[in-house]
């Protein structure tokens, strides 16, 4: 046996620890990190559990100071029903919300406007644009 086949073997046997070791602490971040996101969805699925029951504090008052327009797409199917979308607006009207947009895809709203003006007494239509077949509407109340 010469020193070349010892080297050689040497040289073999650290190359198959040195990939055991990296194969090793890839296993050991990519559980560590599945975990992690796994801790954050649970997270995120309780908190959307908690939320409605009002147990956390920071959702409690809802600042709409800040908020100039909301933004609400419209199934089309429910902006040709006027009331519920005059009720989705009278909702928001008595959370705080100011100006509302309202958008579909079918050209609904645009259809309805004067009908739902009506039955809100306060509200105005600033403008109405229309994408294709879409429209938006936005309300000031």
């Not at 990190?33 to 908190?47: F, K, Q, R």
């Not at 327009?69 to 429910?78: G, H, I, K, T, Y």
């Amino acid at each position: 046996m010469d020193v070349g086949d010892e080297m050689q073997k040497v040289y073999c046997w650290t190359a198959q620890i040195r990939n055991l070791v990296l194969l090793l602490l890839w296993h050991i971040l990519h559980s560590v990190i599945s975990v992690w996101y796994c801790a954050l969805g649970i997270a995120h699925m309780l908190e959307s559990y908690i939320v409605p029951s009002g147990l956390l504090r920071r959702y409690k008052a809802l600042n709409l100071d800040s908020l100039q327009f909301l933004a609400v797409v419209v199934d089309s199917e429910e902006a040709r029903q006027i009331s519920k979308v005059t009720e989705l607006l009278q909702w928001l009207r008595t959370i705080g919300v100011k100006n509302v947009c309202l958008y579909d895809t079918e050209g609904a709203l645009k259809k309805s406007k004067e009908a739902i003006l009506e039955r809100l007494h306060v509200a105005k239509v600033s403008e109405v644009m229309t994408f294709s077949s879409a429209s938006q509407i936005l309300f000031h109340q």
